[in-house]
């Protein structure tokens, strides 16, 4: 399931000769992986510096390399490294000799290299590599040091001393896992192994119609973007006045197959839909605002600004009839559902528009909501091969006699309802409930962090 999440993970040995979706351009999103390990999300543009670590750093050197590249920051600018930085140093660890550490004493005396001696070579312009032999070769208990310790104490100070940058291309894994990493919250806890599963069994692929609502940042909708490839419909429907698209960028898709194949429909203007698509008696549609409301005696300026706000009004008001034509003459594929709503109401608004024998995918951080559609759905006999599971990933440490699980690991990610739809006996499930019981969701959702971050407050001052 991960891997239906990550697709190829991009390495360091790519050719020169790549092709030009296989370097990095400007713009392009890329993920840039530290020393350490850690991923961040950055949109590469020429000209563009960002902070890394504790130095502020030019990325222009980064445009036109290859995806996978591994870069050492000298003085605030990239220099492209041939080698991944751990196999740098490998001959100096001694296999003939086992060591021993049980007399060692760590203290400042056993490096005779001072504070001062390592600036002066980090000013003189030396290498990493070098930098890191010079520290391990005036440490008076490195040679002692058994195996394992010497490999330790090495990647300890390239962490350290040695700022590296390795652009990595964008997966949906690499994605999630930055988005994840940064505010789990912000997409409703979804980890990537989640985002495999609901990708695997949603069933979405190239010319697929797509039904989707999520407030995951717009992770979902990029990765199912991905997987149209440019073929079928991905149809998001969203509160408020815009849907959460800001994941989507990070994906590098072509932006004339977005516009495309992605179209947005706002959740309080659905049940007109469906009650035009169920009765077939036409509701009535807003007309767009008329250039001659503009008072004639206004200035000149502010006339401007008011016919600009006229046609950018007019113009969203045609996309909407248009993407309201397709929601009346489509069936879709497949129903997705990952937000931090209750997610039943969403699911009776959002069911009649599925086809028969197409899949049903619901993602909730907690059971109980995913039970409530569970008896809805069986009751109603809607969905047939109901199953509700629980994801759980273990993280482990690959490394010569020294496999084991990493020892802080994150719990559950979240829970997950699959379903087939099938034409059953809908008078016997419950009316479908209005859009407005998901907007007084969101209402009591943002009642309920007001009130946690007015506590937060509350208690900051007091203990201040």
Known sequence: AAAAAGGAEGGSGVAPSAPASDVVQSPSAVVLQDERGQLRMAVIRRGMSLRTGKQVVKFDGLIGQPYGSLFEVVKGNLRQIAHPQPELYADLSDDEDIGDNRNLVAGEANQTLSAAD?????????????????????????????????????????????????????????????????SPQKVCNLRYDALGVLLLRSGVRAGCRVLLFETCQGLLAG?????????????????????????????????????????????????????????????????????????????????????????????????????RAQLLSTSFDSLVIASQYRPLPLLETLLPFLAPSRAIVIFCPMKEPLVECWDYLRMSGQAVNLTLTETWLREYQVLPKRTHPMNNMDSCSGFILCGIKVIGNERAAPAPAPAAAVAADASAMQGVDSAVAAADATATAASS
């Open 118 to 182: 390592i600036a002066a070579l980090k000013a003189s312009g030396i290498s990493s590599e070098d930098l890191v032999r010079k520290i391990a070769e005036s440490s008076t208990t490195f040679q002692t040091k058994t195996d394992f310790s010497k490999e330790k104490y090495i990647r300890k100070k390239a962490q350290k001393h040695a700022s590296t940058v390795c652009a990595l291309r964008p997966t949906s894994k690499r994605i999630c896992s930055v988005l994840y990493g940064k």
């Open 223 to 323: 990765s199912l973007l991905e997987r149209l490839a440019g073929q079928g419909l991905l149809m998001q429907i969203h509160t408020g006045n815009v849907a959460p698209t800001s994941a989507i960028e990070y994906y590098n898709l072509d932006a004339s197959s977005v516009a495309r194949v992605h179209h947005t429909y706002p959740l309080d203007q659905l049940r007109d839909v469906l009650t035009q698509r169920t009765t077939g008696v036409e509701v009535p549609v807003a007309e767009p605002p008329l250039l001659s409301d503009i008072p004639e005696d206004a200035p000149e300026a502010d006339k401007l600004r008011q016919k600009e706000r006229v046609q950018r009004r007019a113009e969203r008001l045609q996309q909407l009839r248009e993407t």
